[in-house]
């Protein structure tokens, strides 16, 4: 009795606030402009018992998803925010993978004060890192400035408000997430395995790719979801650092709701959205499964 | 047969350079006496003076702080529940539907999770404001606790719990003195966990707000929309050196706890 007590108490709560919201998106994304515009009433009324269901399952239709599917708009948004995503995911892999490497080459004693280091700038605030590189990508800014007396360019270039402006926001505040789960299969990694590689007559760039890079497998599939799921429905980065070209499927969510005011829109894009990350979420978690299997 | 190559070395000045270059320029900056953000004229603290005086901010830093440890407080102990569930509670209806509501919140995009809530309030007739906000804030970061939590009830030793209950423990007081002061060292991170994301968060809070409670964030990402500003720049080196102490305080007292019970564990096994 006691233990159901335990049990209901943060299930009810995850009930109500996260399923119960879920199907209210989904149910508005069937709805009409008209019946999903405030003052929102909801149409399934429960004291009308079954009559009432089918009513209610009679209003829903299918209309703005239709209507998703003929704007060009959203078509775009979607495919530009896989690009940016995918795009993005590549970059931080690149720039990861020799951090993660190096982190796990460096002494012992100095280890768990570079993973901190790498934690570290993930605890301040989000938007503040973002809003740190409005200052550096801007025509005047810093970034400008330091070409420009280098002498590697004579006119500034436009780097804030454009897709470049967003991968470099993604990398930044992504990157903890790629460099951990690498260096922790790259850490695990028994020496003696590359040593036996260079007995064999590899070389050591050989030996790197042949050994090193197939047992950081794990790591690097596991640090590249981490930074594709979350970038796919980013908002805050494309919003800052992206110009008004730049199309990313969380932004125009944002839009449809705050400036059109289009309920059922928004959320026939949250659930498409959603649609779109169930399978690299799915294909993720099997692949952690996997993992744990073979490591135990 | 470790190698710390000059290639190593390059990466990791390289990476913490890209990690903590574009912090320290901000900070530099907001001692800058030009409003001109990318102009250095020389050093002063009056953005920082600016700042004091500006009402509005420190109205949404109150909002903020409240909305943080009062939600990150309800988090932690419903996801301390849940993660003994989870890990001890055994079989039960739904356990996998259950599971998922966990663990689905971490890879939900912010954008859905804040309109989804959104439009359950309004079906609700709730008024937003504060206390949507906490409402909100409690339901995802009470996941992010009870994954940090999990984690620890999984790796600690079962049999000691069993011994409690032999001893005629009730279940309740096998947890508060076995249990809890086991994993007390999780729960407190899951609660610094639940506060920094509270803090930080810009999106959730902007769906379910009302027009009584302005966050921090939603102040700051509505003056960043206009371009950088020294006040923004200011208020940033504040947040970043708040945060930078407690997580530094924060890990000096684990490594300090984890040593004390290291050395009581083995004056234990010595008196045995």
Known sequence: MRRAVVILIPYLWLVALFL????????ISLSDIATAIPPYTPNFDFSAGWAGFKDFLSQLDFENFVWLTEDDLYWKAYLSSLKIAIISTILTLLAGFPIAYAMAQASKEWQPTLMMLIILPFWTSFLIRVYAWMGILSTEGFLNQFLIWIGLIDTPLQILNTDWAVYIGIIYTYIPFMILPIYATLEKLDPSYLEAAEDLGCSR???????????????????CFLVFIPAVGEFVIPSVLGGSKTLMIGKVLWEEFFSNRDWPVASAVAIILLLILVIPIVLFQKQQERQQEADS | ?????????????????????????????????????????????????????????LDAAWV?????????????????????????????????????????PLVM??????????LLFIAAGVDRGVFTIVLAHATFSMCYVSVVVSSRLISFDQSIEEAAYDLGCTPFDAFKSVTLPIIAPAVISGWLLAFTLSLDDLVIASFTTGPAATTLPIKIYSAVRLGVSPEINALSTLLIGIVTIGVITASLVTKRAALHRKRQEELAAQNH
């Open chain 1, 20 to 27: 119960v919201p879920f199907g209210i998106v989904l149910k």
């Open chain 2, 109 to 118: 995009p912010e954008v859905i999770t804040g309109l989804s809530l959104l």
């Open chain 1, 205 to 223: 760039i050989q030996a790197f790719w042949s050994v090193t890079v197939p047992l950081s497998k794990p790591g690097v599939i596991a640090g």
């Open chain 2, 64 to 104: 903020t702080l409240k909305v943080g440890l009062i939600s990150s407080s309800i988090a932690t102990v419903l996801g301390t529940i849940a993660a003994l569930v989870l890990v001890r509670g055994g079989k039960f209806r739904g356990r996998t539907l259950f599971s998922g509501m966990i663990y689905a």
């Open chain 2, 1 to 57: 047969m470790k190698r710390f190559t000059f290639f190593n070395a390059t990466s990791l000045t390289l990476g913490f350079a890209f990690l903590y270059v574009p912090i320290l320029i901000l900070v530099i900056y907001s001692f800058n006496a030009s409003r001109l953000v990318t102009v250095w004229a020389g050093f002063s603290t009056k953005w920082y003076g600016e700042l004091l005086q500006n009402q509005q901010f």
